[in-house]
Structure formats: C-alpha cells, structure tokens
C-alpha cells in the first residue's frame, strides 16, 4: 500500500497498550532512500514545484500527483549518505512519518491514530499519553497534521480527478542519457498537455479558476524544468530529455 511505503511494521495506537510508550523520531531522513517518489497534496506544489519535478500516476483507480525524487527505482536522489536532505522543501508524506492516520472498517470519515512500532520506546522519546491515558500535546499535534493533510490530500484527489475528467492528461516519459552512452528511462507518467489546456471552453477555465486549481497547474508545468536538474544529481548524466 503507497501510503505505507516507509512503515514496516504499523500498528493502531491503544490508549491501554501504549500508555507508557514513547516515540523516538528518526534522528535522519534515511527511511526514505530506498523511494523515487511521494505524493503531493496541491496546497504543496508551489513550494515543491521550486525542487521536484511533479507528475501524476495512476494508481488504484485514482490519479494521485507525486514529487520525484529519483529517476531510477529504489533512489531518492534528494538524501545524502548521511541521511540528511537535500532539498529546501520536504512533503508533507515525508513529515508526517512514523504517523500515519487508517480508516476505521465500516466506519465512514472514522480514522485510526496509527505510528510505525519500529520507531516506539519505552525508554526515551517523546510520551504519546499522560499518566491518566489522555493525549500529550505532542500526539494531539501529530494527529491534527495528519487530520489536516488528509483533508487536504482528498481535495488533491479531485483536483486530479477534473483535469482526467476534462481530458487534460496525456501519457509522457522522462529519458536520460549519460556520458557511456547508456540511458535511464523514468517509466510512463502523466502530466497536463497545455495544448489541451488551451483549448478548454471559458466555463471549464472559468471552474478551474474559481477552485483554485489554475495555480496548482502551472506550479506542476513549471517543475517538469526540474528533469534536468534531478538528472544532474545522478553523476555522470550527459543530457535529459
């Protein structure tokens, strides 16, 4: 599942189970080396337009964007050995980790407060309950990011479902060449045709304006620039198309 990509082992949290646990946040950011790409709500794509190029997939039936972090599977050219990152932007995919929020079964708009288990401790960290079970202001801030990025991140779906609705999605692929003549093809995504763009009716601009969304589209064509820059962070790369 996508939206578990960095947690091995997640587990719902329990007011009883984990009353004396504590959560250790990763001290780097190297639990994300082994992804190329995370997905973006479209409040993000004017600070991530500025260090990732961003595209869409498909993905369950639903047209998620995402920001690339590498050209190859398993790279994310943006963390150093080090485990530091190397942008001046990190998603909020990324921030939210070792939380993550779950759908309650059968229960609508209902969700589960869920942490990786890898990243709990009953040493040190920072405490998720106080003495008598309630939330600490540390989990009552995880939870409302999460609520809030949720909320946000459906909203992106919609956005995402228009422009396939208004056909403004067209197949593309990023390839680059390096200096031994070899080449690197990022596989097929998506990304809006601005001819089609152009071509819309006044009432369907018209839509995409008054919701907010013309701003979103122009921040995602202005990063598809970014390929040769993301490239260039792979060593060796003669040119990118």
Known sequence: ??????????????RDQHKSMKIDPPKDYGFTRQTNSVALAGVEFAEASRNFPIVFTRSAGQVIPVAVLGMRDEENLFVDSDGRWQADYIPAFVRRYPFVLANQ????????VCVDGSA?????????????????????????????????????????????ALGLLTERNARVTREDESAVVLGQFLSVDEQALMRLTTANVDELFRAGYMGWIYAHLISLGLFPALARRMGGVDAAA
């Open 105 to 112: 079964p059968n229960e609508q708009d209902q969700f589960l």
């Open 1 to 14: 599942m996508a939206d578990l990509l960095f947690y091995s082992e997640p587990v719902a949290l329990n």
């Open 120 to 164: 709990m401790s009953a040493e040190t960290g920072n405490e998720l309950f106080d003495a008598d079970g309630q939330e600490t202001e540390y989990l009552a801030t995880a939870t409302r990011f999460m609520r809030e990025y949720h909320q946000r991140f459906q909203q992106t779906v919609e956005f995402a479902k228009k422009l396939d």
